[in-house]
């Protein structure tokens, strides 16, 4: 573990989900991409990268206004936005590889999948993100976990609009084989899903009602992944950094999410 020097908080757990003994090992592995450098005039940096770190992470993990970061570091809004935009490429490139790939799931274990709404404005010049199903813009992420609730999997982001049925079979998750289990939204791809209604039936038998029970049972581990994973603000509330930025984020987020996991 590396040294902690410099900028020290007492306690960072609150405001960015890691302890400072964590931060510090998330600068030893971030340090060799970023060397410090001085300023045009010579002078040292204002903030360290330690401090930067945390700066980033509060973003991420609080979804604060950067007005509020700058009053609380003591610095200016565009320094803020300058540590947001230059640490979230870094969390993204440096912890991107943490998240599992469809290749690392193990094709023996059954699967619980979901698909959640990440938000984000509505940019007119995106209209693909609208999400007829949460009446909202966002992006589309499938997110796979254990019967017992361990998180498994999370997808690339789609756009809001792609329905659960299309964006699982996009990314290829169900060619692993295996046992599957998932709502309604995911009907007709040979997995174990509640039973619909037919036309003309008035009704479910009791024993189909009794199936339904026993999958919604079972995929309440997936809604507690999602809350988990939603701990994370920024993929809670709307997104208010430029469109374009938005999937560089959530793969920071992600990764460092696993990251912490395996902490």
């Known amino acids: 573990m590396k040294q902690i020097t410099g900028y020290q908080p007492l306690s960072t ?118 999400s007829g199903k ?28 792609t329905h659960d049925s299309k964006a699982i079979r996009t990314h290829g998750l169900l060619e692993r084989g295996g046992d599957f289990i998932g709502d309604k939204g995911y009907i007709g791809l040979g997995i174990h899903t509640p039973i619909r209604r037919q036309p003309g039936q008035d009704h479910l038998e009791d024993w189909q009602e009794e199936y339904n029970s026993h999958i919604e049972s079972i995929r309440a581990v997936i809604e507690r992944c999602n809350v988990h994973l939603k701990n994370w603000l920024i993929l809670k509330n709307d997104y208010r950094r430029p469109w374009k930025t938005h999937s560089q984020t959530i793969t920071a987020v992600i990764g460092l999410h696993f990251y912490r996991l395996s902490l």
């Not at 909202?136 to 997110?143: A, F, K």
Request: aromatic share 6%; proline share 5%; with cysteine.
């Open 13 to 130: 757990q609150a405001t960015t989900g890691f302890t400072v003994e964590q931060i510090s090992d998330i600068e030893a592995r971030i340090e060799p991409l970023t060397p410090m450098k001085t300023s045009w005039n010579g002078r040292a940096k204002s903030h360290s990268l330690f401090e930067q770190i945390v700066i980033a992470l509060a973003y991420l993990r609080t979804n604060q206004t950067q007005a509020v970061l700058a009053e609380t570091h003591h610095t200016s809004q565009p320094t803020i936005s300058r540590i947001i935009v230059k640490m979230t490429k870094l969390f993204a490139d440096t912890f991107g590889t943490e998240a599992p790939t469809g290749d690392d799931v193990n094709p023996e274990e059954a699967l619980v999948i979901d698909g959640t709404l990440v938000p984000n404005w509505s940019w007119q010049a995106h209209p693909e993100d609208y």
């Open 134 to 161: 949460h009446h909202t813009t966002g992006r589309n992420l499938q997110v796979a976990c254990s019967i017992d609730g361990q998180l498994r999997w999370i997808s690339d982001d789609m756009p809001g609009s």
